[in-house]
């Protein structure tokens, strides 16, 4: 069972989107990252979400995703032409780093990695290379090679980082699509697979499940329980249906507000069985379209399981905010064209906290991470 410890102890981030330069910025088990729209808080979760891109071998496909390197790179590859991330977890300095360049077909070449482990308190430097064509080092695959131990330690680490997107719950939305019902490993990040997963929970895990059903009936009374079985004319698909509590009728995933479908999402996340869990969960405005008494629910469930998965999320919401210490939140801002963070000091707001709360502190600016006008020399003018 994992400990308290957070998985990530700390990152830097050079030359990434509104990223300039973030030199090894502490991360604990929760870390709220709030601040205006267009201040960074997504571009700091992209960093870490192109950190698992490039593990997985697709940093070609996430350049062109995003429209070249021009599109990564802090105000295109002229001001900035390279980008670096290092982080470092496992409490002891163990870290893994990667440098890339832009190339002249406006794509990124990884330049330069290590990968670091500290045994009996001494650096020892596992690999380093300047990376293998387009992809990275990291992705590949080495056997028969004991000092690889813990490089292949620190592939699976980034492998259990996972960012959740469950913004889309419209006609086309991925949770309302048909998915494999044995598309079950684990939920994907647009939950296409949600309704999969959630029958291999019902079926191997019934308490996650029942736990996962409870929470729902707290925040959408009406609902009973899901209606997970394969496609009568193709078992191999399945499709999330659901009970109501006053009618014997099943009804589609299309019939539940929108609201309510994330939330479905979101309890499913945070309340899978642990081993099955990520180590690290990011999520980005995960309060979108919720009734405040779920917003409260989805808080209490976070810190949950925050004692043994490390989370990551960004909010505009006061309400959310309001359920954590001050020690869990980062404030974004844009200072001179780049993106900063700062973590908020408990003691300097105890005064403040006996008569407000965290987010009403927020609304009244008394910590920043409010739209301000910039000024292109010394940052936010009031």
Request: aromatic residues 10%.
């Amino acid at each position: 069972m994992r400990t308290s410890k957070p998985v990530l102890d700390c990152i830097t981030v050079e030359g990434f989107r509104s990223i300039k330069c973030i030199e090894r910025l502490p991360l604990r088990p929760i870390n709220i990252l709030i601040g205006p729209n267009g201040a960074g808080k997504s571009d700091f979760i992209d960093a870490l979400s192109f950190l698992g891109e490039i593990r997985a071998g697709r940093l070609k496909e996430y350049v062109v995703r995003s429209g070249g390197a021009g599109r990564i790179l802090h105000f295109g590859a002229k001001v900035t032409p390279k980008l670096r991330i290092h982080v470092s977890f496992g409490g002891e300095g163990n870290r893994y780093e990667i440098t890339l360049t832009a190339t002249d077909a406006d794509g990124l070449r990884p330049v330069h990695e290590d990968c670091v482990e500290y045994r009996d308190g001494h650096p020892l430097t596992v690999g380093s290379a300047g990376g293998y064509g387009s992809e990275a080092w990291i992705s590949q695959r080495y056997r028969h090679r004991p000092d690889h131990e813990f490089v292949d330690r620190v592939r699976r680490y980034l492998d259990d980082w996972r960012v959740y997107h469950f913004h889309d719950t419209g006609v086309a939305s991925p949770l309302k699509k048909t998915a494999e019902v044995n598309d079950n490993r684990f939920l994907r990040r647009d939950g296409a697979n949600l309704a999969a997963f959630l029958y291999y929970l019902s079926r191997k895990h019934a308490d996650s499940y029942d736990l996962i059903r409870r929470t729902v009936q707290r925040v959408a009374p009406f609902f009973d329980d899901f209606r997970l079985e394969p496609l009568a004319l193709n078992e191999e698909t399945i499709r999330l249906e659901w009970k109501h509590q006053a009618s014997d009728a099943y009804f589609a995933a299309s019939s539940l507000s929108d609201g309510s479908l994330r939330f479905i999402a979101l309890a499913t996340v945070l309340l899978q069985p642990v081993f099955l869990r990520p180590s690290v969960i990011l999520l980005d405005e995960p309060e979108l379209g919720l009734h405040p008494a779920a917003i409260t629910i989805l808080a209490a469930l976070i810190k949950q399981v925050s004692v043994e998965t490390q989370v990551v999320l960004a909010t505009q919401s006061p309400l959310l905010l309001d359920h954590f210490r001050p020690e869990d939140v980062l404030v974004a801002e844009r200072v001179a064209g780049q993106t900063l963070f700062t973590r908020l000091d408990g003691a300097a707001l105890k005064t403040w906290l006996e008569d407000y709360s965290l987010g009403q502190l927020w609304e009244k600016n008394q910590f920043g991470g409010r739209p301000m006008r910039e000024d292109r020399e010394n940052g936010p003018v009031p």
